[in-house]
């Protein structure tokens, strides 16, 4: 089945330790998306990529960044994590960008940060 | 502006029942209303969507209502099932916003038998 995977499920890093999140996708879309989601909150988008154009919401902390290497894989790595940004972390793809196309959310990791 | 308000934040009801959550909006740019629902350990799935120009769409045991004048829109869920026990969001999109969901803030759902 086609599908968005993500990995790992679960991290757990130290503060201030870097680390890296795995995005990939079977489906062949072109945009994909990071959200975070903390506990009992709404997703929040960070970032897409509709390609390789990278389009940075603007109050996503610097601390966060994203690379695509392909239309396969995306990553979000979070450069000094802090004790706030324990959440989980969405990864997401669409088709298409200015359409209503469905964005199809991966199962999430769940970051720890101690 | 950007913010989509959604009640109640959590929502108890008998199998059977018909569930209803509560979204509205302040941007009148926004056109397109998905609601998304997420299961434990899972990333939400859109659910039903609606845009504007109707009142009312109906997949199944899911309706949207929409009341434009009142920039207000509601899921209800008719036949409550255990197994839609979940959390809901409605979200909100504009044309030209690149995909970009403005997510209210969930209403978790528990049905009981």
């Known amino acids: 089945d086609a599908m968005v995977i993500q990995n790992p499920r679960y991290q757990v890093t130290q503060f201030g330790k870097p680390v890296t999140l795995s995005c990939s996708q079977t489906l062949n879309h072109n945009v994909m998306y990071w959200y975070q989601q903390k506990s009992s909150q709404a997703p929040k988008l960070l970032f897409h990529y509709y390609d390789k154009d990278f389009n940075n919401e603007a109050d996503t902390p610097d601390n966060f960044q994203s690379r695509r290497p392909n239309t396969s894989f995306c990553f979000l790595d979070i450069r000094s994590p802090g004790l706030g940004d324990a959440a989980m972390y969405l990864c997401a793809t669409s088709k298409h960008r200015d359409r209503e196309d469905e964005q199809y959310f991966g199962p999430g990791t769940r970051l720890t940060v101690t | ?113």
């Open chain 2, 1 to 113: 502006q950007q913010q989509v308000k959604q009640s109640p934040q959590s929502l108890i009801v008998q199998k059977g029942g018909i569930s209803i959550i509560n979204c509205a909006y302040e941007n009148t740019a926004f056109d397109y209303f998905p609601w998304y629902q997420q299961f434990p350990g899972k990333g939400p799935a859109l659910l039903i969507a609606i845009r504007p120009d109707v009142s009312e769409k109906k997949e199944g045991r899911f309706t949207i209502s929409f009341n434009k004048s009142a920039k207000q829109f509601s899921l209800h869920i008719m036949d409550s099932q255990p197994g839609d026990s979940a959390t809901y969001f409605c979200a909100a999109r504009r044309s030209g916003t690149a995909s970009k969901l403005t997510f209210g803030t969930g209403t978790r759902l528990q049905v009981t038998l």
